[in-house]
């Protein structure tokens, strides 16, 4: 489990696949994980045809509010989790670009999703979920609403400040100014892009393609074409990118179980 700033993901694992869940973290992450496993346990009961009572025999927990979750057999980094999830869901990459709720990190790997090197932004929200969140409220709009709203624009609006605070002002300046929502969430998208860019060149791979974007921000397919606009690289999303950090703890629990 992936107890995050905002969401909470639970993976279960059973040595062939994986089905995975995810809840907003709420204020007490060990109330939300505990529903959550009451609920996935349901669920494959009865995607079974009820015919298996499934039973946990190891939890690995990461993120944030993993300190908070004292059932768990283990507590474990992000950016080891991380690492073996993103080499599970695409075993071709070497560098992971994972933007969650307050931070983002740039991760290393090698062949065996094996932690090399990583960078991270923790000390502020920008180029995080939380930079869009409080940036799409400015303007009126959810955030899923952001990844679909500026495909179309061409000469996106610069958004100077990188600061949250400063940003929510500018936008709200901009909109005064009559500039579209559209042209100022594609200027917003390409600021994280090149926050996150700069923060990870070190890291960048010599091979095309070997790039996995992420965390619950990967949902946003502008982003990531922003990205590899300013990467000049591929950047990989795979269906359960959201649930990297999630499904590494899970890999991790089957290797100390087995």
Not at 82 to 100: E, F, T, V, W
């Amino acid at each position: 489990m992936d107890a995050g700033s905002t969401a909470i993901k639970v993976a279960f694992y059973n040595g062939q696949e994986f089905h995975c869940w995810q809840k907003p973290s709420g204020w007490s992450p060990r109330e939300v994980v505990a529903e959550m496993l009451e609920q996935a346990k349901v669920e494959l009961f009865e995607k079974s045809s009820k015919t298996i009572d499934y039973e946990i025999d190891k939890i690995y927990a990461t993120g944030y509010g993993r300190v908070s979750l004292s059932f768990a057999d283990k507590a474990l980094t992000e950016i080891a989790c991380h690492g073996k999830g993103a080499s599970y869901l695409a075993p071709s990459a070497s560098l992971i670009i994972d933007i969650g709720g307050q931070d983002a990190k740039g991760i290393a790997i090698n062949n065996k999703g094996r932690v090399v090197d990583f960078v991270m932004n923790d000390k502020c929200a920008a180029g995080t979920g939380r930079f869009l969140q409080v940036t799409a409220h400015a303007l009126g709009l959810e955030v899923a609403d952001l990844a679909g709203i500026a495909e179309a624009v061409e000469d996106p609006q610069p958004i100077n400040a990188m600061c949250t605070v400063f940003a929510e002002s500018e936008v709200i300046g901009l909109l005064n100014q009559g500039v579209s929502r559209e042209a100022i969430v594609a200027g917003l998208h390409l600021s994280v892009a090149r926050r996150v860019a700069a923060m990870v060149a070190r890291l960048l791979p010599r091979e095309k393609g070997s790039i996995i974007f992420t965390g619950g921000v990967s949902r946003n397919r502008s982003i990531a074409k922003a990205l590899e606009k300013e990467l000049g690289h591929f950047v990989l999303v795979p269906p359960k990118a959201p649930y990297a950090g999630a499904i590494g703890a899970a890999l991790l629990a089957w290797e100390g179980f087995n």
